[in-house]
């Protein structure tokens, strides 16, 4: 399982990014992925999440209202559309799967076994 993500950068506050994560060597359609990040010093913290048909979502109550997540199944690909952004937004982007099959969205960062890389967003105030 490989999981590549992509789109961080530098922006200013209030400005938008839109996160992408591609996915291979799983059979993406049927899994949960879920976005999490970590700012220098602070625990790696949920901020959004999609079920395998993308019919649920939940996010974290700090970017609700802000964030959207989506996936294109047939591309093996999930995005993060962020607006309105703040300087507390400011970390490395993760992409994350459990490869539980047609489960439901979860929150906690230990109940996932799959991990992109990472990407940096950085918001200047």
């Known amino acids: 399982v490989q999981l590549q993500a992509s789109g961080g950068g530098l922006v200013q506050a209030g400005g938008s990014l839109s996160l992408s994560c591609a996915a291979s060597g799983l059979a993406f359609s049927r899994y949960v992925m879920t976005w999490f990040r970590q700012a220098p010093g602070k625990e790696r913290e949920f901020v959004a999440t999609?079920?395998?048909?993308?019919?649920?979502?939940l996010y974290a109550d700090s970017v609700k209202g802000r964030a959207t997540i989506s996936r294109d199944n047939p591309r093996n690909t999930v995005l993060l559309q962020m607006n309105s952004l703040k300087a507390e937004d400011t970390a490395v982007y993760y992409c994350?799967?459990?490869?539980?099959?047609?489960?439901?969205?979860?929150?906690?960062?230990?109940?996932?076994?799959?991990w992109g890389q990472g990407t940096q967003v950085t918001v200047s105030s």
């Open positions: 999609i079920n395998w048909s993308g019919e649920i979502t």
């Open positions: 994350a799967t459990n490869l539980q099959p047609y489960s439901h969205p979860r929150t906690g960062r230990y109940e996932y076994d799959y």
